[in-house]
């Protein structure tokens, strides 16, 4: 198993975050994990990263105990609804970044981050600037940052949630795309329920600090409690 996370628990204060949330992750997975503004989502994500510590429970990468080990060591990395780039590099060097942190040769950087440009539907705004470029062009740049590295990991905290409606649609299906050309394995959060399904090759929901993850898709959809069949039925009644 790639990614474990067993029996994660976190307080803020007298408010319980995260109640014994565990997942297991193979490689080249794709989870989903659905659930309100609030449910915890969010932390069990930057807990996974090392971004905020648990209370209790361990994170587990490849068998290795991680969970004491700071963010920049643990080779996962997480993409936040907003892309964060460096206002000032281009797209090509907020690409690069990571690479040249790694004192990678110049020839291999050229070549890692051009074809990672080609993938993402940005050669020709490689010289740009971020205030140059729109919503889903920074997202895809961020996108390119973060696969630069070749993280064992990708956590996306609601990447999409900022965009347009159509823009949105775009950026899912060019996600789709990318996890399976570079075999990422990852966990998407979002509150969007058709987002989930579509994202996920399984789907986990998170409701009060409690996470159940589902054998596959059908069984969530079974379940009353993800709402799946409520809003199919609403639909059908149109």
Same mark, same amino acid.
């Given at each position: 198993m790639l990614l474990q996370a067993i029996d994660i628990a976190k307080h803020f204060g007298r408010e319980e975050i995260l109640r014994s949330a565990s997942l297991e992750l193979p490689q080249g997975e794709m989870l989903s994990i659905l659930g309100r503004s609030g449910s915890g989502k969010t932390t069990l994500l930057k807990i996974l990263a090392g971004l905020e510590s648990a209370d209790s429970g361990r994170v587990f990468l490849e068998g290795r105990d991680i969970s004491g080990q700071p963010p920049h060591r643990?080779?996962?990395?997480?993409?936040?609804?907003?892309?964060?780039?460096?206002? @000032?590099?281009?797209?090509?060097?907020?690409?690069?970044?990571?690479?040249?942190?790694?004192?990678?040769?110049?020839?291999?950087?050229?070549?890692?981050?051009?074809?990672?440009?080609? %993938?993402?539907?940005?050669?020709? @705004?490689?010289?740009k600037m971020p205030h140059q470029l729109s919503g889903g062009q920074r997202q895809r740049v961020a996108f390119g940052r973060a696969l630069a590295v070749q993280p064992k990991v990708l956590l996306l905290d609601e990447p999409?949630?900022?965009?347009?409606?159509?823009?949105?649609? %775009?950026?899912?299906?060019?996600?789709?795309?990318?996890?399976?050309?570079?075999?990422?394995?990852?966990?998407?959060?979002? @509150?969007?329920?058709?987002e989930a399904i579509l994202m996920? %090759?399984?789907?986990?929901?998170m409701q009060e600090g409690r996470l159940k993850v589902y054998e596959d898709k059908q069984a969530f959809i079974a379940d009353a409690a993800t709402g799946v069949r409520q809003e199919i039925d609403f639909w059908s009644g149109l």
């Open positions: 643990r080779n996962i990395v997480y993409l936040y609804q907003e892309p964060l780039l460096f206002p @000032h590099l281009n797209a090509f060097e907020n690409v690069a970044f990571g690479l040249r942190l790694r004192r990678l040769p110049e020839g291999e950087i050229f070549q890692k981050v051009n074809r990672l440009l080609e %993938s993402l539907g940005l050669p020709e @705004h490689a010289a999409f949630g900022a965009l347009d409606t159509e823009t949105r649609a %775009s950026m899912q299906q060019l996600l789709k795309q990318i996890a399976g050309s570079f075999h990422i394995t990852g966990l998407f959060v979002t @509150h969007d329920l058709k996920g %090759s399984r789907i986990g929901l």
